[in-house]
């Protein structure tokens, strides 16, 4: 009967206060005194687990910054910005590669490329003109791909320039493919930073809990069978 009015008294005293653990019993083989009970904590601000996992998948390293983690965070940080600078390298590297490869089969292959697709490039370096290609696809019976536009056109001067062609041709798409994979690691990086962001959250949640906390100590005076009376202890952690 005690107890319970004392903790309705700590109730009205300190509003704000929660209980958490009411009455731990320990071992009867144990000193009692030992068994401190903790019967309220008033908690510190903590941090949205979830929000620092959204925040890291925004933008890599502002979920560990919210989280109180930036030293980590940084570096998904300048990888996520370094991923993109390099994307945007090999874009730029590729869309170059294919323009001079376009310019190089209208000046040795009087070919038409505007409006064109990408297998007619890759036929353009495969044959060297028009004629043979359409040759090879009535032999397979391919009807429907033959070229019958005279802006379909095409006559390469030689065949070391129709090969020249197609290495760079081969040199571009094979960078817009490296670019693609950028991308895929730009992703990865936003996740695992995501994940650590959760962590530093919930870890931050931990400490905060346990040293920013108000406790309230009951400590019974004598033995475990003969107790004289408590003895209360309100502390914080720094």
């Given at each position: 009967?005690?107890?319970?009015?004392?903790?309705?008294c700590?109730?009205?005293?300190?509003?704000?206060?929660?209980?958490?653990?009411?009455?731990?019993?320990?071992?009867?083989e144990?000193?009692?005194?030992?068994?401190?009970?903790?019967?309220?904590?008033?908690?510190?601000k903590?941090?949205?687990v979830?929000?620092?996992?959204?925040?890291?998948?925004?933008?890599?390293?502002?979920?560990e910054?919210?989280?109180?983690?930036?030293?980590t965070?940084?570096?998904?940080?300048?990888?996520?910005?370094?991923?993109?600078?390099?994307?945007?390298?090999f874009?730029?590297?590729?869309?170059w590669?294919?323009?001079?490869?376009?310019?190089?089969?209208?000046?040795?292959?009087?070919?038409?490329?505007?409006?064109?697709?990408?297998?007619?490039?890759?036929?353009?370096?495969?044959f060297?003109?028009?004629?043979?290609y359409?040759?090879?696809k009535?032999?397979?019976?391919?009807y429907?791909?033959?070229?019958?536009?005279?802006?379909?056109?095409?006559q390469?001067?030689?065949?070391?320039?129709?090969?020249?062609f197609?290495?760079?041709?081969?040199?571009?798409?094979?960078?817009?493919r490296?670019?693609?994979?950028?991308i895929?690691?730009?992703?990865?990086?936003?996740?695992?930073?995501?994940?650590?962001?959760g962590?530093?959250?919930?870890?931050?949640n931990r400490?905060?809990?346990?040293?920013?906390a108000?406790?309230?100590?009951?400590?019974?005076?004598?033995?475990f069978?003969a107790?004289?009376?408590?003895?209360?202890?309100i502390?914080?952690?720094?």
């Amino acid at each position: 009967m005690f107890c319970a009015i004392m903790i309705l008294c700590v109730q009205c005293v300190l509003p704000q206060a929660r209980i958490k653990n009411f009455f731990a019993v320990e071992h009867p083989e144990r000193e009692f005194q030992k068994s401190d009970m903790f019967l309220f904590q008033e908690g510190a601000k903590q941090k949205s687990v979830w929000l620092a996992v959204a925040y890291s998948l925004a933008l890599p390293g502002v979920g560990e910054l919210y989280a109180g983690s930036f030293s980590t965070g940084k570096y998904f940080l300048m990888g996520d910005a370094g991923l993109w600078l390099t994307y945007a390298g090999f874009i730029s590297h590729g869309n170059w590669l294919r323009n001079d490869a376009r310019a190089f089969a209208r000046q040795h292959a009087n070919a038409q490329l505007d409006g064109k697709d990408e297998q007619f490039e890759v036929n353009l370096g495969n044959f060297g003109n028009v004629g043979d290609y359409n040759q090879q696809k009535l032999r397979n019976r391919e009807y429907s791909l033959l070229y019958t536009s005279s802006d379909h056109a095409w006559q390469w001067d030689n065949d070391f320039h129709r090969e020249q062609f197609k290495s760079l041709r081969i040199r571009s798409d094979e960078t817009f493919r490296n670019a693609n994979f950028l991308i895929g690691a730009a992703v990865v990086n936003r996740i695992v930073s995501a994940f650590m962001a959760g962590r530093a959250a919930a870890a931050h949640n931990r400490r905060v809990q346990y040293e920013g906390a108000w406790q309230l100590r009951v400590i019974p005076l004598g033995g475990f069978l003969a107790t004289h009376g408590v003895e209360l202890k309100i502390s914080k952690e720094f």
